[in-house]
């Protein structure tokens, strides 16, 4: 059972560009929360998210950054005319349906975002 | 609101020694507890889970967790760390009230085992 899959590993976007982030969620899990960690900071939460429905974007800046978890394929974090206090690493997580209150969350490997 | 904190932002210990990471929350109701560790360039991993019973939680890798429920802490303990021990450990909570809420993580304690 592939685990949690983020891609791309690695991104590197000049300013103003756009940055899509992918994650696709352990088989069987229909919940992905995106996390945003700076260097040398813990994690903070951006949003959650089940199949077609965003459940709490109340971490996620209002302006440039959108996401979605469709029906077929894995969930992307967007990030539009990126500036360079978005260099991160991103993560993203699943849980298995039934509640996300007492699960635990399964995390991929993140994507590190670079804004030259 | 829910929240977590870890007082130390690093904890160093001797090879063998027993290490503790400390960590304490605040919730409403009852609280869902757990414990992720991160490694450099790595995600987080799941090592245990405090949601009721035992107040003693035991997990991967020989750690284990005390939930004391008075003091509203749970410490991440080991009897003998190891050099490869060595990471960043997350503590993060869930108010067990109804409905959803997001589990709030901290902002982690770096664990250096010396040789």
């Known amino acids: 059972n592939a685990g949690v899959m983020q891609n791309p590993r690695h991104l590197v976007r000049r300013r103003g560009q756009e940055a899509r982030l992918r994650c696709s969620p352990m088989?069987?899990?229909?919940?992905v929360y995106w996390y945003r960690q700076l260097p040398e900071e813990g994690l903070k939460f951006m949003v959650y998210?089940?199949?077609?429905?965003?459940?709490?974007e109340s971490g996620m800046p209002k302006e440039r950054f959108s996401a979605e978890f469709p029906k077929e394929g894995p969930s992307i974090l967007r990030i539009q005319q990126v500036v360079r206090g978005d260099s991160a690493a991103y993560f993203c997580?699943?849980?298995?349906?039934?509640?996300?209150?007492?699960?635990?969350?399964?995390f991929g490997p993140g994507t590190r975002l670079t804004v030259l | 609101a829910q929240s977590v904190a870890q007082p130390e932002d690093q904890v160093n210990v001797a090879e063998g020694n027993p290490l503790t990471v400390k960590c304490t929350y605040s919730?409403?109701?009852?609280?869902?507890l757990f414990w992720y560790v991160q490694y450099p360039n790595r995600g987080l991993q799941f090592l245990l889970k405090?949601?009721?019973?035992?107040?003693l939680v035991k997990g991967s890798y020989g750690f284990e967790a005390e939930f004391n429920k008075s003091q509203t802490s749970f410490h991440l303990k080991k009897p003998s760390a190891l050099v490869s021990d060595s990471a960043l450990y997350f503590c993060?909570?869930?108010?067990?009230?109804?409905?959803?809420?997001?589990?709030?993580f901290g902002t982690g304690t770096k664990l250096q085992v010396i040789p």
């Open positions: 088989k069987g899990h229909s919940h």
């Open positions: 919730v409403s109701g009852n609280p869902y």
């Open positions: 993060a909570v869930r108010d067990m009230r109804g409905g959803y809420q997001k589990v709030t």
């Open positions: 405090y949601i009721t019973g035992d107040n």
């Open positions: 997580a699943s849980s298995p349906p039934g509640g996300s209150s007492y699960n635990e969350q399964f």
């Open positions: 998210l089940q199949k077609e429905n965003i459940i709490d």
